[in-house]
């Protein structure tokens, strides 16, 4: 029995009747990009998630580049974020010219540490792009106490993210713009690529849409050019039969998460925080370990493989670091996360035996049998 941070294809198993029936629906309905079912996905997560607008996309990057071009981000600017995050929000602020200004993580919940913006705030600043990463909300209150401050713009990366929620607000709604990725791996995955765009702001909406096929409106008039950036209805018909079973996914991996964190008792390992009065969807579930890679090989002898989110920081990465602007001696947190995190396995259809199996390993190992 082997076991992995991941297994994309198990929500498929689950469901692979419904699944099957929902692809060959879309093949013999001859409308196979931006028709029905993706009409409808929008339409349902604009429910779900309570906001006004949602344009779905190609993938999670091209949500960021879109919104980051629509917001006039260009050449010269400059954005701040966090450098612990998955590398394509890094690749999308090089990619349409800006430059990332990286910030450090708190310590406690590893998102964008608020307090550390207002220093690298100056006159090329456009905007704040938080992450919430693994699932954990970001301190929106102080960062939207400070994009209005500034008068910036707020993009949310909520890629890892799609359900968490302060008291009852979904991440994503508290900034002007907040994008999802549907990559399979993700809390809702889709069995190829998919992403969307969602805002309350519908001038914001309105250039989203143009922008996303050629600039086009409806009637295919067009002030503006554009790109290509469409879903295509299968993955949306994936995704909207999906949706009837999301609200369980989110509770199922809460629940394996809480289990993790009864049960888990060893000090060399440090479990994950939740941000007060906030919902964590548990994208990943990340513990801290100081002898990571000694620890790796333990698990690897009980046929335990985990996976990495990250072991380095956006801008360590070859090609990146020119790009990006960061101080190494003000981002302690983010190097102590990136030197000892790893992800535990969480997700739907995850055995109660290779849960059971997971805790008791852990448990049983000792730093220092060296
Ligand atoms: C996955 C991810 C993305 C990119 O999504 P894709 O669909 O893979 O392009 C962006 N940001 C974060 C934080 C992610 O985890």
């Not at 890629?159 to 929620?165: N, P, T």
């Not at 791996?185 to 001038?203: E, P």
């Not at 199922?252 to 925080?273: F, H």
Request: with cysteine; charged share 30%.
């Amino acid at each position: 029995m082997k076991i992995y941070s991941f297994d994309p294809k198990t929500e498929y198993t689950l469901n692979k009747k419904e699944i099957q029936k929902a692809i060959l629906n879309v093949l013999e309905s001859g409308k196979y990009i931006l028709s029905d079912e993706v009409r409808k996905l929008e339409n349902t997560i604009k429910k779900l998630l309570n906001v006004k607008n949602a344009v779905s996309v190609k993938n999670g990057t091209d949500a960021l580049i879109i919104s980051l071009k629509i917001l006039g981000i260009k050449k010269g600017d400059e954005i701040i974020t966090t450098s612990h995050t998955a590398l394509a929000t890094t690749a999308a602020i090089i990619n349409v010219g800006a430059k990332p200004v990286i910030i450090d993580i708190d310590k406690e919940f590893y998102t964008l540490d608020s307090k550390k913006i207002e220093n690298k705030i100056n006159k090329k600043t456009k905007a704040i792009l938080p992450v919430h990463i693994y699932g954990q909300c970001c301190d929106m209150k102080d960062i939207m106490r400070i994009a209005n401050k500034y008068n910036l713009y707020v993009i949310e990366d909520c890629s890892q993210a799609l359900g968490s929620k302060i008291k009852n607000k979904y991440v994503g709604t508290f900034g002007d713009i907040g994008t999802i990725s549907f990559y399979p791996t993700k809390n809702f995955g889709a069995l190829g690529d998919g992403g969307m765009i969602i805002t309350n702001n519908s001038k914001i909406f309105k250039k989203i849409e143009r922008y996303r096929e050629y600039g086009w409106d409806r009637k295919r008039n067009t002030n503006n050019v554009g790109i290509n950036s469409r879903l295509d209805e299968i993955q949306a018909a994936i995704l909207n039969l999906k949706l009837k079973y999301f609200k369980m996914y989110l509770k199922e991996k809460n629940r394996i998460a809480k289990k993790y964190i009864s049960e888990i008792k060893n000090l060399s390992i440090i479990l994950p925080k939740i941000r007060k009065n906030s919902f964590h969807s548990f994208h990943i579930f990340a513990i801290l370990t100081k002898s990571r890679k000694h620890f790796l090989r333990y698990l690897k002898k009980h046929n335990i493989f985990l996976s990495i989110h990250y072991n380095k920081l956006t801008f360590e990465n070859k090609g990146y670091t020119k790009n990006c602007e960061f101080s190494k001696l003000e981002l302690k947190n983010s190097l102590n996360v990136s030197k000892s995190t790893l992800s535990l396995p969480i997700y739907n259809g995850l055995s109660e035996i290779k849960l059971n199996k997971i805790i008791k390993v852990i448990n049983n190992y000792k730093q220092d049998d060296r």
